[in-house]
T-cell receptor, first 111, second 113 residues
Framework: EDQVTQSPEALRLQEGESSSLNCSYT??????LFWYRQDPGKGPEFLFT???AGEEKEKERLKATLTKKESFLHITAPKPEDSATYLC????????????FGTGTKLQVIP | DSGVTQTPKHLITATGQRVTLRCSPR?????VYWYQQSLDQGLQFLIQ???????AKGNILERFSAQQFPDLHSELNLSSLELGDSALYFC????????????FGPGTRLTVT
């Protein structure tokens, strides 16, 4: 069964203090790894898809990287508006195209 | 705004009742996914439809069912409701059935009393 584990569960940063969120996964053939941002009471917002080890994608202060066992979401010089829960998910390459989500990292950026 | 719409926003009902949640995907998207999000379990995949046909099934209870109509909107039916069914229910859509980028709606908050 596919599994996604995110750490830490919660992270508190000062504005401008860079850090990384971790997503460890086990999947029977990776079709894609996804990062989403979710604000309280709202639907997840798509950020990135990574397909193969070594791939990197960037968007503003966020950079996602992928290895064969984990993905990192690097946040450079975060701002208070980056505060949210960040979700990682994987989709397997089998015929059963289920997406498995992690429980997320709740990020709080303090001014 | 993702372009995915869900109705209603909030629903309060009693145990044993049946409710229907509705989702309209983004224009051009053929695939619809349903998820349940509760505080203790995170985001759980329920079911996926692609162009009217069931494509993948997750942790969906037998009391729950879904369908996708010819105009591509989808409905999730929840019956014999229990207190534990209280959660946020999200619909997402994607262009293809390949589960790549999924775009989520704002969700329906279901409270079972």
């Amino acid at each position: 069964e596919d599994q996604v584990t995110q750490s830490p569960e919660a992270l508190r940063l000062q504005e401008g203090e860079s850090s990384s969120l971790n997503c460890s996964y086990t999947v029977s053939g990776l079709r894609g790894l996804f990062w989403y941002r979710q604000d309280p009471g709202k639907g997840p917002e798509f950020l990135f898809t990574l397909y193969s080890a070594g791939e990197e994608k960037e968007k503003e202060r966020l950079k996602a990287t992928l290895t064969k066992k984990e993905s990192f979401l690097h946040i450079t010089a975060p701002k208070p508006e980056d505060s949210a829960t960040y979700l990682c998910a994987v989709s397997n390459s089998g015929g059963y195209q289920k997406v498995t989500f992690g429980t997320g990292t709740k990020l709080q950026v303090i001014p | 705004d993702s372009g995915v719409t869900q109705t209603p926003k909030h629903l309060i009902t009693a145990t044993g009742q049946r409710v229907t949640l509705r989702c309209s995907p983004r224009s051009g998207d053929l695939s619809v996914y349903w998820y349940q999000q509760s505080l203790d379990q995170g985001l759980q995949f329920l079911i996926q439809y692609y162009n009217g046909e069931e494509r993948a099934k997750g942790n969906i209870l037998e009391r729950f069912s879904a369908q996708q109509f010819p105009d591509l909107h989808s409905e999730l039916n929840l019956s014999s409701l229990e207190l534990g069914d209280s959660a946020l229910y999200f619909c997402a859509s994607s262009e293809t059935g390949a589960s790549y980028e999924q775009y989520f709606g704002p969700g329906t908050r279901l409270t079972v009393t």
